[in-house]
């Protein structure tokens, strides 16, 4: 017995020499043949490289955007009101120069934050305030009648503090930024000027109030960000019929390839309407803000445009790519721009061309919507157009370049 | 008689540059059993996918019951039905779901396909596992459900791309009991293979294609018969002389009436009443002989004669 085990011990020995001695090249020319394998596929290679390299361009330019802050704000001057009757005035030695000085502070470049001025003087003060509910602007400035007197009281012997009445959109940071600002300036401006005292800043906000926390913000774009990642599912399915060979087997019964395609975009329009309609429950269970005036229809409707264009841009890369993986790989070079570049995870931080993305569109009509209750056609009809048109022309686009037999049998 | 397939010069070239199909002209009789011989990567597929208006022709043309390929492919899905050489199955719908989807695809009536299906899973022996998903199903379970697949709507013209390929002889068995149901109710076939076996049991008229030509035509017995009624023997030489010199001397032999090179030592040559002149071929070559067999000529030595290789180089 002692023997056997002394036999068994030393076979036991040899073979784990051997095994050692042949594992090491195993796993070495496994790793080289996986290496192989992939650097000679065009399409990975591209894929391996592309990805990284645009990634993080994307987030290079995302987070730069983001120390050039820009807003649009309406400014409603009242300080000029009654100089122009008045010539002998003792304010028209100063006329509106402090109010005007104050409009030029606040277009400059150089201030930190550098605030942009769209529009100013040109709006009563009701239709700023529509403007502002439709989020067509970040902020509503109305410089106080008083203002040049009050800055340069010393000399007019004003008793009141300048007043400048603030309202912003519902976001806290906005309204931080646009105050903090506003009375910089005015602070400074008491102090060059009237020798150090200090104005007095009204903020006001005059659109329903509600305390948003970042998320219930972020809820339209993430909503959004939900529906673009099914472009990625919707490349994938189509490239998988083809991979699989379903769409050639289906290719030879009677049925047309537009009955193929509609069928498939069909459930693809399903599953994703059902899970956007799943995102936004669990957005609600979460606790996320809707204004009790928000127009479900109009949030469903501005979705379903969305899921549109989804479809269209899926169908597109399926069009081009012959295997599920790939397709769903590729979705990302278009997922990701629009995400970024589309403003969704920025409010106030897009980018001067983020217009031409639709999910720009589609989150600030969702924003209006949800978070303000409104629903009027000046408020989001150039949304709708703009969604309309881009989930047409995409669906169409896709489903040309889909049909052709040569798409579907490739 | 009355043909249902006439093709006309048929090509099919990939990238322009490989030939798959190389101008390839048939006539398929109506009700028969027409089958495509050659190794992988001869163009049986290719030619396949052609006449079933999946791919299109680089040139030529063909009619299909006197529908155009090009012009009226419509109306020739109607009549034909496809088994595919890959499992083409949706994995997750039973083996009933994946055979209703093609029926409904050729909008049969909802009572037809119900009792058709049952009937069909029957005869594959499918019908208890007919409501499992189809993943869960063994590679042959899989390839009968892709065999019902092809003929639940009852087409006239039923194209088999190697339908039992991977199949156990038990199941292979199956698919060709199946597959002569079909010949007997005189619909026609058109079956591709590589299995030699299958070619000569099922075919009426075989058809041999190699580098995307055809290369015979006949019936099995016939193009068998052209070889000659004698044996195949065949053997390996060890290299202790060339081919080069062995071949002259057994040609020379009044009873072998041909003989051809196989691979890179082997040798096939055809003998009358071979089993008995064997010491004579032995002493002609006079070197050592292994895999020494001796059999009557099948499909396979006719593809040989033509090509000089097997049917699986």
């Given at each position: 017995?002692?023997?056997?085990a002394?036999?068994?011990?030393?076979?036991?020995?040899?073979?784990t020499?051997?095994?050692r001695?042949?594992?090491?090249?195993?796993?070495?020319h496994?790793?080289?043949?996986?290496l192989?394998n992939m650097?000679?596929?065009?399409?990975?290679v591209?894929?391996?490289?592309?990805f990284?390299?645009v990634f993080?361009?994307?987030?290079?330019?995302e987070?730069e955007s983001?120390?050039r802050?820009?807003?649009d704000v309406i400014?409603?001057?009242?300080?000029i009101?009654?100089f122009?009757?008045?010539?002998?005035?003792?304010?028209?030695?100063y006329?509106?120069s402090?109010?005007?000085q104050?409009m030029?502070?606040?277009?400059?470049?150089e201030l930190?934050g550098?605030?942009?001025?769209?529009?100013?003087?040109?709006?009563?003060?009701?239709?700023?305030?529509?403007?502002?509910?439709?989020?067509?602007?970040h902020?509503?400035?109305?410089?106080?009648?008083n203002?040049?007197?009050?800055?340069y009281?010393?000399?007019?012997?004003?008793q009141q503090n300048p007043e400048?009445n603030?309202?912003?959109?519902?976001?806290?940071?906005?309204?931080k930024?646009?105050?903090?600002?506003?009375?910089?300036?005015?602070?400074?401006?008491?102090?060059?000027?009237?020798?150090?005292?200090?104005?007095?800043v009204t903020?006001?906000n005059?659109?329903?109030?509600?305390?948003?926390?970042?998320?219930d913000?972020f809820?339209?774009?993430?909503?959004?960000?939900?529906?673009?990642v099914?472009?990625s599912?919707?490349?994938?399915?189509?490239?998988?019929e083809k991979?699989r060979?379903?769409?050639?087997r289906?290719?030879?019964?009677?049925?047309s390839?537009?009955?193929?395609?509609?069928?498939?975009a069909?459930?693809?329009?399903?599953?994703?309407?059902?899970?956007i309609?799943?995102?936004l429950l669990?957005?609600?269970?979460?606790?996320?803000?809707?204004?009790p005036?928000?127009?479900?229809?109009?949030?469903?409707l501005?979705?379903?445009?969305?899921?549109?264009?989804v479809l269209g841009?899926?169908?597109?890369?399926?069009?081009?790519?012959?295997?599920?993986m790939?397709?769903?790989l590729y979705s990302?070079f278009?997922i990701?721009p629009?995400?970024?570049?589309?403003?969704i995870?920025?409010?106030?931080?897009?980018f001067?061309?983020?217009?031409?993305f639709?999910?720009y569109?589609a989150v600030?009509?969702?924003r209006v919507?949800?978070?303000?209750?409104?629903?009027?056609?000046?408020?989001?009809?150039?949304?709708?157009?703009y969604?309309?048109?881009?989930?047409?022309v995409t669906?169409?686009?896709?489903?040309?370049?889909?049909?052709?037999?040569?798409?579907?049998?490739? | 008689?009355?043909?249902?397939i006439?093709?006309h010069?048929l090509k099919?070239?990939?990238?322009?540059?490989?030939?798959a199909v190389d101008g390839i002209?048939?006539?398929v009789?109506?009700?028969?059993?027409?089958?495509?011989?050659?190794?992988?990567?001869?163009?049986?597929?290719?030619?396949?996918?052609m006449?079933s208006t999946?791919l299109?022709p680089t040139?030529g043309?063909a009619?299909i019951?006197?529908?155009d390929?090009?012009?009226?492919?419509?109306?020739i899905?109607?009549l034909?039905g496809?088994?595919p050489?890959?499992?083409?199955?949706?994995d997750?719908?039973?083996?009933?779901?994946n055979i209703?989807l093609i029926a409904?695809?050729?909008?049969?009536?909802?009572?037809?396909?119900?009792?058709?299906?049952d009937?069909?899973?029957?005869?594959m022996?499918?019908?208890e596992?007919?409501n499992d998903?189809?993943?869960?199903?063994?590679?042959?379970?899989?390839?009968?459900?892709n065999v019902?697949m092809?003929v639940?709507?009852?087409?006239?013209?039923?194209f088999?791309?190697?339908?039992?390929?991977g199949l156990?002889p038990q199941s292979?068995r199956?698919v060709?009991d199946?597959i002569?149901?079909?010949?007997?109710?005189k619909?026609?076939i058109?079956?591709?293979?590589?299995?030699m076996?299958e070619?000569?049991d099922l075919s009426?008229?075989?058809?041999i294609?190699?580098?995307?030509?055809?290369?015979?035509?006949?019936?099995?017995?016939?193009?068998?018969?052209?070889?000659?009624n004698?044996?195949?023997?065949?053997?390996?030489?060890n290299?202790e002389?060339?081919?080069?010199e062995l071949?002259?001397r057994?040609?020379?032999?009044?009873?072998?009436?041909?003989v051809?090179?196989?691979?890179?030592?082997?040798?096939?040559?055809?003998?009358m009443?071979?089993?008995r002149?064997i010491?004579?071929i032995?002493?002609t070559?006079q070197?050592?002989?292994?895999?020494?067999s001796?059999?009557?000529n099948?499909?396979?030595?006719?593809?040989i004669?033509?090509?000089?290789r097997?049917?699986?180089?």
């Amino acid at each position: 017995m002692d023997k056997d085990a002394g036999i068994h011990e030393s076979k036991k020995l040899n073979r784990t020499k051997k095994t050692r001695r042949r594992y090491h090249p195993r796993i070495f020319h496994l790793t080289v043949s996986h290496l192989r394998n992939m650097l000679r596929d065009k399409i990975q290679v591209l894929f391996l490289i592309g990805f990284p390299l645009v990634f993080i361009i994307l987030l290079a330019l995302e987070t730069e955007s983001l120390d050039r802050m820009s807003y649009d704000v309406i400014i409603i001057n009242n300080d000029i009101i009654g100089f122009e009757e008045d010539p002998e005035n003792i304010l028209n030695i100063y006329n509106t120069s402090a109010s005007i000085q104050f409009m030029s502070i606040l277009e400059s470049e150089e201030l930190q934050g550098a605030v942009v001025i769209a529009s100013y003087n040109t709006l009563n003060t009701t239709d700023a305030k529509e403007y502002l509910r439709a989020e067509k602007y970040h902020a509503l400035i109305v410089i106080g009648e008083n203002f040049s007197e009050a800055i340069y009281r010393e000399k007019t012997g004003c008793q009141q503090n300048p007043e400048i009445n603030i309202t912003t959109v519902n976001d806290e940071i906005v309204e931080k930024v646009i105050t903090t600002i506003t009375t910089q300036i005015v602070e400074s401006m008491s102090l060059q000027l009237n020798g150090g005292d200090y104005a007095e800043v009204t903020i006001q906000n005059s659109v329903d109030y509600v305390e948003l926390s970042v998320f219930d913000i972020f809820v339209p774009g993430i909503l959004v960000a939900g529906v673009l990642v099914c472009i990625s599912q919707v490349a994938a399915h189509f490239a998988g019929e083809k991979e699989r060979g379903t769409m050639i087997r289906l290719a030879t019964t009677a049925v047309s390839r537009r009955e193929m395609l509609l069928s498939g975009a069909l459930s693809q329009f399903l599953i994703t309407t059902f899970q956007i309609i799943l995102m936004l429950l669990i957005a609600l269970m979460l606790g996320a803000y809707i204004h009790p005036n928000a127009n479900w229809f109009l949030i469903i409707l501005i979705l379903v445009l969305v899921i549109f264009s989804v479809l269209g841009m899926g169908l597109t890369i399926a069009s081009f790519l012959k295997d599920s993986m790939s397709a769903s790989l590729y979705s990302w070079f278009l997922i990701i721009p629009l995400q970024v570049l589309g403003g969704i995870f920025t409010y106030g931080a897009e980018f001067e061309f983020s217009f031409i993305f639709p999910t720009y569109w589609a989150v600030h009509a969702l924003r209006v919507i949800m978070l303000n209750g409104i629903g009027t056609w000046e408020a989001i009809g150039i949304d709708i157009t703009y969604l309309t048109i881009f989930g047409l022309v995409t669906t169409l686009i896709g489903v040309l370049l889909f049909q052709r037999k040569k798409a579907i049998l490739s | 008689m009355e043909y249902i397939i006439e093709t006309h010069d048929l090509k099919r070239y990939f990238n322009g540059k490989i030939k798959a199909v190389d101008g390839i002209n048939l006539q398929v009789p109506k009700g028969s059993l027409f089958g495509f011989l050659g190794p992988n990567g001869a163009g049986k597929s290719t030619t396949i996918s052609m006449l079933s208006t999946i791919l299109p022709p680089t040139s030529g043309d063909a009619t299909i019951h006197g529908y155009d390929l090009h012009k009226e492919s419509k109306k020739i899905k109607k009549l034909i039905g496809v088994c595919p050489q890959e499992l083409v199955l949706w994995d997750n719908l039973t083996a009933r779901e994946n055979i209703h989807l093609i029926a409904q695809m050729h909008k049969m009536a909802r009572s037809d396909y119900k009792e058709r299906t049952d009937e069909l899973l029957g005869q594959m022996n499918l019908l208890e596992r007919s409501n499992d998903l189809v993943r869960k199903f063994s590679g042959g379970m899989k390839r009968r459900v892709n065999v019902l697949m092809a003929v639940i709507h009852e087409p006239e013209i039923i194209f088999f791309d190697e339908p039992s390929a991977g199949l156990d002889p038990q199941s292979r068995r199956v698919v060709w009991d199946f597959i002569k149901d079909f010949q007997r109710k005189k619909k026609t076939i058109i079956l591709t293979t590589h299995n030699m076996e299958e070619a000569d049991d099922l075919s009426d008229t075989l058809v041999i294609i190699d580098h995307g030509k055809i290369i015979a035509t006949g019936k099995p017995n016939d193009l068998k018969g052209n070889l000659g009624n004698g044996d195949i023997i065949e053997f390996k030489i060890n290299g202790e002389v060339t081919r080069e010199e062995l071949m002259p001397r057994i040609k020379k032999l009044d009873f072998v009436e041909s003989v051809v090179p196989i691979g890179k030592k082997r040798i096939a040559l055809h003998a009358m009443d071979g089993l008995r002149r064997i010491s004579e071929i032995m002493d002609t070559v006079q070197v050592k002989m292994l895999d020494i067999s001796i059999r009557k000529n099948t499909l396979e030595d006719v593809f040989i004669n033509l090509t000089g290789r097997r049917l699986r180089d």
